[in-house]
Structures are given as C-alpha cells and as structure tokens.
C-alpha cells in the first residue's frame, strides 16, 4: 500500500478531529469540517479507488472517539473511516446543521426499530459544500458493505432539472441523511464526484419509482451525458420499484387495478397508513397543478419542503415491503428462496436490461428482431401438416413456466411482454433451425442455422446470470415442446 495514499488521508483525519474537539458550535464545527473536505476532497477519490480494488470487510463503528492505535495500514483507513462516521454523524444530525426532522416510526408503519431522517436543504450554493463532504464519506464506508441503499427521485419545472433529492440510507446507524439539492448548480467536481462514487457505485443501490418518463432520461443524456459505460454501470446498479409493484399485483389471485402511482403503492403494501396518505394529498392540493408547479430550491414553499422529501424517505421499506410480502406466500423455505430470487434478482436484472435496450446503450434486442422478423411465415413440413414458424411459436410459448419462474405472468407486465416475446421467439426459431428442414417458401429452402450463444455470451458479459439461468430455462422447455409439437 502506498503512503501517498494513507499519510494525506490521516492527515486530513487529524486536521478533523483538532476542530472537532475545539470549544465552537456545532455549526461552526460542521462548517469548518465540511470545508476542509471539501477542498481536500481529492484525498477522499483516491482512496475510494484504492479501496474499490481491495477485498473489504464490515466496519467496525465507535461510539466515542478514541485514539487510533493501530500501526496495520488498512486497519489504520478503517478506524478513520469509523471516526469520521462519528464524527459527520453527529454533527449532521445536531440543530442547525439540518433544515427539520422526522420521526421515521412516526411516518411509516414497518419500521421495526426508531429512525430519525435529518434533512437538509441546499438554499444557498455554498451548502452544496455540505452535500460534498457527507457524500464522500458516505461512498467510502459503502466499500465495507455489499449493498448501501440510495432512495432518489427529481423534480422538474417545464421539463428542466430543478431538483434532486438523495435519501442516504445507512447499515448500522439508526440516522438517515436526506440531501436536497439543485443538480445544476453543483461544482464540477462535487457533480463529477456523486457521479461516480454514488451513481456508478455497485455497493450503493439506487432506488427509483417508474424513472423511465423523466428521471432516467435526465440521468442518461445530461447527468451521465450519454456516456455510454458510464450509464451501463448506473443502470446496472438501480432498481425501479414501479415494476416489482405492478409483478406483484397481476400475480395476486385477488381483483387489483394493477396501477402502481406511489403513494397509493404505499398504502397498498402497508408501508404508510391512509391517514398519512391523506395528509400527503392535502400539502399536494395546496402545491397547485403539476403543471403550474416552479421549483426553485433557493425558494421553495412549506408543501413543497415536505413533499420533495417524502418522495425518497419511503423507498427502501417500499422495496422491503414489497419483496417480504410476496415471499411470505413461499409455503416452504424453498419456495421462499425462489421467489426471493424472482424479486430480488430476476426482475432486477430485467428491469435493468429493458432500461438499456430501450435507450439503444445495447443491442441485443435489435440483433435478434432482425434474425426473427423475417422468419414469421417461413414453415416447416411434418406429416400432420405444414406451419409457420409463428404459428408454432405461439403454440409452444404459452403459459411458459420454469421450475423458478412463471414467465406467462412476468410478460404480463406492460414494459416487459415487448422483450420477453422477442426472447423466446428467438429461441424457438433458433431451436427450429437447428434440428428441422425450414422452407422460406414452398419452393425455397433456408438454410441458416440460428445460434443463441451471443444471447447467453450477453447476459453473462453485463452479468445478468440470474436472466441467463431463467432463458437457459426456457430454452430446454421449448426444446421439449417443439418436439412434441413436430412428432
């Protein structure tokens, strides 16, 4: 390990510690404290990089401040990670050093043990220091876990970005931090470093609710500028709970509207109770139309201050919710585990896949419509008759299950039904191909033979293993139709 790393970083450490120990407010401490990473935060990139490739084990956190006595140079960045931990908690979460605060069991109805947010709000530019500095300390302690969960969501006037909020949620500290700020009026460099701290950072996961509309349009082209690996290793790394919500319901036996909007969602999975839902759509009658609505965080009303934070506050325990509640219809340990699977990674990864295909960030999906498009009225002879390479796709693709997966149920999901019907035709006439004379008329034959390996080489490239499993699946049940269906 190199000491250009560690001796600035301790340095920094000690510089910390002096003014937090110093007889000032706590106002004045988070002020200076803030500052002094700030301008240092180039110390905080270096070693979030140097972290990044090393094999991390959890933190340890201290409830005080004690002297660092270890002479173990990774045990020495661990125990100043934990102090600085201690250190920007504390004074994040003192009065005056946040604009209000919430009673997390106050708010929702699934929180097992007492949470408080500390929200803070970037009115004047020069608090977007204070975003930077918890930022930079929040990435590096995400290092030390495999999941840190991000809850985000933006606010628009006339489709220009005016806001971003960011609900820092944490593993082993009872304080969340909510930051709101004006995404444009960030420094290069604090912008520069969110972006691939937090929104490339596979630790952290970002969750979003229905972001397809705006918000991961904005992500894309002006956050990420169209950065191509850039929005590969954002997207691979959020999860849009619109899409669980609307699993969830058409898989219920009961009548549902299958509509997920996301407040009523949190009432439906019993994360906030009517009468909180109630409250929220009073403060957003008195916030007037959507359309009429100006953001501006320099002036934002009292509805406005609430409702922009509760757009994030939620979506952990939402996403919690959500996937307890459909694993809680597993009968057996085994089903449990399968549909957690479904839930927590089948979905994940589709949702991911769908989000890049649809932006053209990859191509898989117009490879194979292009392989398959042509093919629909080509036929196969077999003694009971003549059929279209459609006509027998529709007839082997229906109510398709895996041992895992009702992937009948899962296409039923609006934004999924497009890519997993071009999948499993892709499949199926591949398979055709491959083990049956295929005429592209009565009097021409086609000779190609399909091959779905670039299909299987694709998942395992983005990783998606768990979409690479599910259609390796299917394609074995296809396999075994297909033939039943030419005998």
Known sequence: MSNNIVTPFHKIYDEIVTEYEKNNT??????IISAKINENNNVFVQMFQFLKKQKLEKLTYVAKLEKISSSNEMELIRSIISRLHFIIYNLCSKEGNYYFALNGQDEMIVLQKPLTYYISISKKNEQNVFFHAFMLLYALESLFYTT??????FEYTHHKIKLAQINFEHKSDDRSIIMIIGPTELEKVMLENFINMIMRNNHCKKILHGSDSLDYPYIRDEMLDKDESRIIEFTNSMVDTRFICEYYKLSRDEASD?????YDAFVYFGVITQEKLDQFNTMVEN???PNDRVWDIHNLSKAQELYVQYDVLFLKYFYFKMISMATNDGKTSADKKKILDLYKHVIYELTQFIYLENSLITTLLVQCKEEVDPCNNYMIRRPHGTFKLIDIFNSVTKGIKTADVDVDMLSKVKAFSRVITLLLKKLTYT???QKYTVQKTKTVMWNEKLDNDYVYDFFDEMPY???KKLFKDVERILITRINDFAK
């Open 26 to 31: 706590d106002v004045e401490k988070w002020n």
């Open 431 to 433: 398979i055709i191909s």
């Open 287 to 289: 916030m007037g139309h």
């Open 465 to 467: 293993l768990y979409l």
């Open 148 to 153: 840190f969960y991000v809850g985000i969501d």
């Open 258 to 262: 299958n509509k997920c909007s996301l």
